[in-house]
Structure formats: C-alpha cells, structure tokens
C-alpha cells in the first residue's frame, strides 16, 4: 500500500498533515496550517518538494547510530 496524507486538528488551533507510510507509520508531521486550504497547497508542496530535493545533511557525527554510516563525498 502506498504512503498517504492525514489532515489532523493541530494543538494550537489550525491543523496538520501526517504523512504515513505503506505499514502506517507516522513518517513526518508538518508546521501548522491555519486553513485547510493551505494544508492542501503543504501537501502540493510537499509532493513536488519530494520529488526531486536533495539531502542536506546538518547531523552531528556525534549522534549513536546502530546503523554502519555511509560516507559523505561533501566533506573535506
């Protein structure tokens, strides 16, 4: 099953997107929105944004990982 959006009330008033995963796992949550309108153009955004934005990575190489690090070909 594919990814998917949820249009969720956020805390503070406004509202929020989800984006779950195929196995329904909360992948991120947004910034709020004070419309819905516009929770729909974050969603718009968000897909184009996906489709082609590069990694930045602003990471500490202090953070424990269990995970073997690939290495970064932009570090001197």
Do not use: H
Request: net charge negative.
């Amino acid at each position: 099953m594919a990814g998917y959006f949820e249009l969720i009330n956020a805390p503070e008033g406004g509202y929020q997107l989800r984006l779950r995963g195929g196995n329904g796992e909360i992948i991120a949550l947004s910034v709020r929105y004070p419309t819905k309108q516009a929770a729909a153009a974050g969603v718009s955004q968000t897909r184009e944004v996906a489709a082609s934005g590069l990694i930045r990575d602003l990471s500490s190489e202090l953070a424990s990982n269990s995970a073997p690090e690939a290495p970064d070909e932009t570090r001197n």
